[in-house]
């Protein structure tokens, strides 16, 4: 073999070399295995070579866009547990790739923003647009870059079964999915996001398998492993017999995403399901296997969606850590949703709805730090107030909070369009980082729902599942009320959830993004915000303070103060002793709002109802 051209050396799955491609792939349960071959209309049969628990071969030319399997012990041919491509689906055969035939356009200018810079857009490959793949995603990264947005989060993209779906069922972890477009696809659109100035951090699920499409165990039983479980059955085994070759599966997974595809980080699903007793956890294996692979100023991102609200996460390495940048902090969004609607089924069982408790956590960072959570009914969470605000993620919207609610329905249509402006400067100008959920910004009306596209056995038994999941709640103890959940496994459960691109452009839609775009600017230039992400805890004071459904978040950094002040109720003179001058608020015209405005009196502000303002503290 000549020298390899790519900066990184993969050792598993197919890799092309000038001369040829070789193929190695770990296979310790079969007693024969064979590479089956189909390149220009033909079949041929390659015997590999054993190497312990591994089997390789190197086929001089052979390279990119050939067609191969495995057959073992007599049995297939199988797709490789590492194929970068699977054109005809999980079920057929894998595709070679040659990762150096893309001519990327804007890599050498391409610098990513700081963490501190964050502001992250999560959307879904599939429902984005009305096309529906990476390419069609392409046109909308100019209208995110003018939004102000500097990240676009992918969901998976991993390939799954079937034509839709949300992508947590990904079986074929290093191959994009084809019906987005591809591997070609997502590296188009990766180089056309950094040529618009957006970074890509894609969702990865190192928790479990999909249930359709693993084709893992037929060749080792020891990915999986029933020492633990998770809410969908066997572990993955990182920590028992055969865990290292898994560890090295799951590493090399991570790395090839960053050199193959140049995404910029990694929002890993699930977190708290990923379990290992090992001396070193997977996720600190991976975080430090990650940052030693790039250079020091393309370090990528690393953020865990997690309920733990442990601290851990945050710590770096060196302190026994995992060394994440962030984690996602549902509290927030809990506290919101239930102080405008006052549910308080399911986990919102935990929050009491008021400002009071909302302020709170936005003061802390986490509100459960140790104590009981009612709705587990255990301790959950420990302080971390000692972390940089912008470690914690806060949404008022994201896949899960409306895409596991039965109707999928948004917080946008279940609260007046005052309060939701008013959530929204508190999500956008606070020091945490925020993370909004495709649409959100325009007030989209479209639901994201919860969609499948199994085959009929396994559809059945999923349409069934996900209606027993809302028996327990008031609205749909009636088993007709829940016939009328939309079944995932209809086509018109997915063509609803894509997004209306019209509603971004007129009405309230149109005004509600222009806010959106007015505050991202203010949180990207004005000097107190930025100098509160930056600095560490300790060189940004935060202070929340409420009055009945009124928070003032007072935030003192770089020498400067400001203001951040929600009414979430009736029109109100809130005390405060400093002079202030408005900036920013959701009453003015061109938002769509009713030309009532805040107004500073001697040792108070005066606050309409149901408004929001920015506003500066003078000296």
């Given amino acids: 073999m000549t020298p390899s051209p790519l900066p990184w050396q993969p050792t598993l799955g197919a890799i092309v070399w000038p001369d040829g491609t070789a193929f190695r792939v770990w296979a310790p349960r079969p007693a024969t295995v064979e590479l089956v071959l189909r390149d220009g209309g033909g079949e041929r049969v390659v015997r590999p070579r054993r190497e312990g628990e591994y089997w390789t071969a190197f086929v001089a030319g052979v390279g990119d866009g050939a067609r191969y399997g495995y057959r073992l012990d007599g049995a297939g041919p199988f797709p490789d547990p590492c194929s970068r491509a699977q054109p005809d689906g999980v079920h057929g055969l894998s595709e070679v790739v040659d990762p150096g035939r893309f001519q990327w ?46 990240a676009v989060e992918l969901m998976p993209v991993a ?10 069922d990904g079986v074929a972890l290093f191959a994009p999915a084809a019906t987005y477009g591809g591997p070609a696809g997502l590296r188009r ?6 040529g618009a100035g957006l970074a890509v951090i894609l969702d990865v699920v190192d ?17 999986l492993t029933d020492r633990h479980a998770t809410p969908w059955g066997a572990a993955i085994n990182f920590d028992g017999p055969g865990s290292a070759e898994v560890r090295r599966f799951y590493a090399e997974n991570l790395l090839h995403w960053l050199h193959e595809y140049h995404v910029d980080g990694f929002r890993f699903d699930a977190t708290h399901a990923i379990h290992d007793d090992s001396p070193v956890h997977i996720l600190a294996e991976l975080a430090a296997a990650a940052r030693a692979s790039a250079p020091a100023d393309r370090a990528p991102y690393l953020i865990a969606e997690t309920h733990e ?20 902090a549902d509290d927030f969004h809990h506290g919101v949703r239930t102080l405008l609607t006052g549910e308080r089924e399911g986990y919102f069982a935990s929050y009491d709805g008021t400002a009071a408790q909302l302020a709170q956590t936005i003061a802390q960072g986490f509100l459960y730090e140790g104590q009981a959570d009612p709705a587990l009914g255990e301790p959950r969470g420990a ?28 917080l946008n249509l279940a609260v007046s369009r005052a309060d939701y402006l008013a959530a929204s400067f508190l999500l956008l100008l606070l020091p945490q980082t925020p993370l909004l959920f495709q649409g959100q910004e325009f007030l989209a009306t479209t639901p994201f729902l919860y969609f499948t596209d199994h085959e009929p056995d396994l559809g059945r038994q999923v349409t069934a599942g996900r209606r027993r999941e809302f028996a327990g709640f008031a609205a749909f103890r009636d088993p007709a009320l829940r016939e009328r959940i ?47 992400r930056a600095a560490p805890r300790a060189g940004a004071r935060l202070r929340a303070e409420t ?24 029109a109100i003179e809130v005390p405060y002793a400093r002079a202030l001058t408005p900036l920013v608020h959701t009453g003015e015209p061109r938002f769509g709002g009713d030309a009532q405005a805040p107004r500073a009196l001697p040792g108070a502000l005066a606050l309409p109802a149901h408004h929001a303002a920015f506003l500066r503290v003078e000296s």
């Fill in 383 to 410: 302080p971390a107030r000692d972390r940089p605000w912008r470690q914690f993620v806060y949404c008022i919207q994201n896949h899960d909070q409306v895409g596991n609610r039965a109707l999928g329905d948004r």
């Fill in 159 to 168: 390939a799954f079964a079937g034509s839709w779906g949300w992508g947590y």
């Fill in 189 to 194: 659109f990766v180089d056309a996001a950094h």
């Fill in 309 to 328: 609200n442990d601290p851990r996460y945050l710590r770096p390495l060196d302190e026994g850590g995992f060394g994440f940048d962030a984690v996602w």
């Fill in 486 to 532: 939309p079944d995932p496994q209809a086509p018109a459960t997915f063509l609803r959830s894509k997004l209306r691109p019209d509603e971004a452009v007129w009405g309230h839609g149109r005004a509600c993004a222009d806010l959106y775009a007015a505050l991202l600017r203010l949180r990207a230039e004005d000097p107190v915000l930025r100098a509160a």
């Fill in 547 to 570: 009055l009945g459904r009124v928070l003032l978040v007072e935030i003192a950094a770089g020498g400067g103060r400001r203001v951040i002040a929600a009414n979430f109720g009736e």
């Fill in 207 to 223: 928790n479990h398998f999909g249930p359709a499409g693993n084709y893992t165990g037929r060749y080792s039983e020891r990915y």
């Fill in 105 to 150: 356009r804007h890599d050498a200018d391409w610098c990513p923003p700081a963490a501190a810079d964050l502001a992250i857009y999560e959307c879904h490959v599939g429902t984005l647009t009305p096309g529906g793949t990476f390419d069609a995603a392409i046109h909308q990264l100019p209208r995110l870059r003018d939004l102000g947005v500097t």
